[in-house]
């Protein structure tokens, strides 16, 4: 039996083990407004076959860093409505795109044009607003 890293923290204790309505509550929080949820049945759809650039941020419920740097993609998400669609995955309930993309660690984010990647972040960086906008203006350039 294979065991999500999620599972393995809450066997260890390191993670309280959450409700289905606790985990749907931070859900919610870490997608902000003019943030797509994006899913593996809709993921060629919403992200390669997108007309405009996309950068998906791959996360997972008990990531902190992930919890730490959605604050910023949402900022993007706002700053570039109608220029860059932002798209978030689930890494815990999405196994086939976070494997195509050889996401090994989160968060992860991929930049994304004319279905192709074109640029990729991995972790929390220390100046995260600075990292990720240098990275969005190049894609939109």
Known sequence: ????????????????????????????NMSGAGVLEV??????????RSEQPVLV????????PCK?????????ATNYAGKLKVAKVNVDQNGAAPSRYGI???PALLF???GQVADQMVG??????????????RLLA
Do not use: T
């Open 39 to 48: 899913n593996d049945a809709n993921f060629d759809q919403e992200v390669l």
């Open 57 to 64: 941020d791959f996360w997972a419920v008990w990531c902190g």
């Open 104 to 106: 090994r660690g989160i």
């Open 68 to 76: 730490a740097i959605a604050p910023y993609v949402d900022s993007v």
């Open 1 to 28: 039996m294979r065991l999500s890293v999620a599972a393995v923290h809450r066997i260890e204790g390191a993670l309280p083990v959450q409700s289905g309505r606790q985990l749907e509550d931070v859900r919610r």
């Open 124 to 137: 929390l960086p220390p100046n995260p607003a600075e990292a990720i906008e240098e990275k969005v203006k």
């Open 112 to 114: 994304f044009k004319n």
